[in-house]
């Protein structure tokens, strides 16, 4: 099972969109502001477009068919959010239309970056 999760994650990495393609330009090699970002990443059961590890920050991009899956999408935004995540959504054309703005807002959610869900105990931080 998890062969496949790997296999499509390859492949959604290999066919991304054109917003997908253009926000990756900002996050990856640490370029937005030193934050180390992953794309198409598993979390759990889910492929994840981008997520920031260190603060626990997923940004999820939609496109059109996504009106027809709200329901499905805010289960699977509850869900990881259960699982200590932020989840930020952005549609498709936002990205490619305001990509400062976007890119504003993803900013301000590092900015508030929120202490991790499980962390340990004082005296083994260092």
């Not at 920050?57 to 996504?66: A, C, K, M, N």
């Not at 805010?74 to 869900?79: E, H, N, V, Y």
Request: with cysteine.
């Amino acid at each position: 099972m998890k062969r496949l999760h790997v296999d499509r994650a390859r492949g959604l990495r290999r066919s991304m969109t054109d917003a997908e393609h253009l926000l990756w330009l900002h996050l990856r090699n640490r370029h937005f502001s030193g934050w180390k970002f992953r794309r198409q990443h598993q979390i759990d059961r889910y492929i994840v477009d981008f997520v920031c590890p260190n603060v626990f920050l997923i940004v999820e991009l939609d496109g059109g068919q996504h009106a027809e899956m709200m329901t499905a999408d805010a289960d699977r935004t509850c869900r990881l959010e259960g699982m200590g995540y932020r989840v930020l959504r952005f549609w498709n054309n936002d990205v490619l239309m305001n990509t400062e703005v976007v890119l504003e807002v993803i900013l301000e959610a590092l900015a508030r970056a929120a202490p991790h869900p499980n962390p340990l105990p004082k005296g083994e931080r260092e």
